[in-house]
């Protein structure tokens, strides 16, 4: 931990804290009679906080970002040069990180061919259902403006993005909401909505249910399928097979535009840059924030392909034609130039490698942990995303109370290992806890989160 804080300073910081920062997604009153947790310094997979207390970190960052782990003076000095050259400049105009890391990102995508840049993953996807509002007037006479989103997933903070939201709990208390947002059902197959589903290309079937729903609509009133490639913050869900290539047929079928959020799944941390790249599937349109530059600095993304782009691209007399939209920060350049920097090490040290190599090992180990303890009722995840639903009767899949999970997590914590737990999110179902470690994990950091979560099972549950 930082030796250049002295207890003085660490007591000023935290009554600083307290009396005048608002935190994300926690209910102040409690700090009435403790003192929040304040994160000092992190190196690795580990972070320290005001008392000293070492952590290992099994959900990078609290939310999924810090992919390549902390500490990394690479990518500060990435940043530090580029700012002392040029610190930002409006979006209407380029910057060298920009062009480059454009560049290197498309290179990974193929199909894709534009970035749009903008400051977090919320407004990455805003950007995207203005694109599709916006074709919708150009090319079909405003009619073709409605927007799929799925069952459980989450696509960000704002009024738009819980439009699209699938999580009613976060969704509670911010309506009304934007029109023309409906939703589609999930596809996971433990907690099928409907117990006639076939067991046999389960995929397949739930895709139909998609086009179902585009049916009753009316095809010629939709514009866009927004789907997370694996569902996150709903309870890692990954799609059964066949699903995605259905999905894909369904979507061309009506000329339907498919907008794939990669926010929490984007560079790396399923094993492939993106996590659609495991289904064989071609989007439109990708939104990215989270690890594009594992948290160094802010920056989000919407890539397109030509095609989309296109669509914008019209007569220069016209002052209505093109893309009205501005990101202010999203001309900023550090995010670039940490990007460019933190996918460099990601080829460099082989993190996609280790990503699957150590998500097989932890999903393996995940799969033993089952078989001990009766509470754990699916495991599920692809590559370093991972999670265990809970259940009180492993017979009839009675979902654990959130209270009893969340005893888990905080038992973990207590024994210096922070892992995740969906949480006032989907009614009934905050049951599942949740691993993102870092891409650099190694076995040992694995044995030790599962060892605590072991311990935790045991403790809570007997």
């Avoid at 023309?180 to 999930?186: A, T, W």
């Avoid at 369904?250 to 659609?276: A, N, P, Q, S």
Wanted: net charge negative; glycine share 12%; aromatic share 8%.
């Amino acid at each position: 931990m930082d030796g250049n804080l002295s207890p003085n300073d660490l007591s000023h910081i935290v009554e600083a804290d307290k009396a005048h920062v608002w935190h994300h997604l926690i209910q102040h009153k409690q700090f009435e009679s403790k003192d929040p947790n304040v994160i000092i310094e992190g190196k690795g997979m580990r972070v320290w906080n005001q008392a000293g207390k070492e952590h290992l970190d099994a959900v990078s960052g609290g939310v999924w970002t810090v992919n390549v782990g902390y500490g990394r003076e690479e990518i500060a000095k990435a940043v530090y040069d580029q700012l002392i050259k040029l610190n930002y400049f409006a979006g209407a105009a380029g910057s060298v990180p920009g062009a480059l890391f454009a560049e290197k990102l498309i290179s990974k995508m193929p199909g894709m061919s534009r970035v749009y840049y903008c400051n977090s993953g919320s407004e990455a996807n805003e950007k995207a259902f203005k694109m599709v509002r916006q074709i919708a007037h150009k090319r079909y006479g405003g009619k073709k403006n409605k927007i799929l989103f799925r069952d459980r997933d989450y696509h960000g903070t704002t009024i738009g993005c819980l439009s699209a939201g699938g999580q009613d709990e976060r969704n509670a208390q911010y309506g009304p909401f934007a029109p023309g947002f409906v939703r589609v059902p999930h596809c996971l197959e433990y907690r099928a909505a409907d117990q006639s589903a076939p067991k046999q290309h389960y995929g397949e079937w739930a895709a139909d249910q998609i086009e179902q729903v585009i049916l009753r609509e009316g095809p010629d009133t939709v514009g866009a399928l927004c789907l997370e490639p694996v569902t996150a913050g709903g309870g890692v869900i990954t799609p059964p097979e066949g699903y995605w290539p259905r999905v894909q047929e369904i979507c061309r079928k009506y000329d339907i535009l498919l907008h794939i959020d990669e926010v929490v799944c984007g560079l790396g941390r399923t094993g492939t840059w993106f996590g659609y790249q495991h289904y064989g599937v071609q989007p439109d349109m990708v939104t990215m924030a989270k690890g594009v530059a594992s948290g160094y600095a802010a920056i989000a993304c919407l890539t397109t392909t030509e095609a989309v782009f296109d669509m914008f691209k019209d007569n220069a007399d016209d002052p209505m034609n093109y893309f009205r939209d501005i990101s202010t920060f999203g001309g900023c350049t550090a995010g670039p130039a940490a990007a460019m920097e933190n996918m460099r090490i990601i080829e460099d040290e082989g993190l996609l490698e280790n990503t699957n190599a150590m998500g097989d090992y932890m999903l393996g180990k995940l799969a033993e942990m089952q078989d001990k303890h009766t509470v754990i009722g699916d495991v599920r995840g692809k590559g370093l995303f991972l999670g265990a639903e809970l259940v009180a009767d492993r017979d009839t899949r009675e979902p654990m109370a959130e209270k009893r999970v969340q005893a888990v997590v905080a038992d973990c914590m207590g024994q210096g290992v922070i892992i995740g737990a969906t949480n006032r999110s989907v009614p009934g179902y905050n049951n599942t806890l949740c691993f993102s470690p870092a891409l650099i994990a190694t076995k040992d950091d694995i044995d030790h989160i599962l060892s605590a979560v072991d311990g935790a099972l045991t403790r809570v549950f007997g």
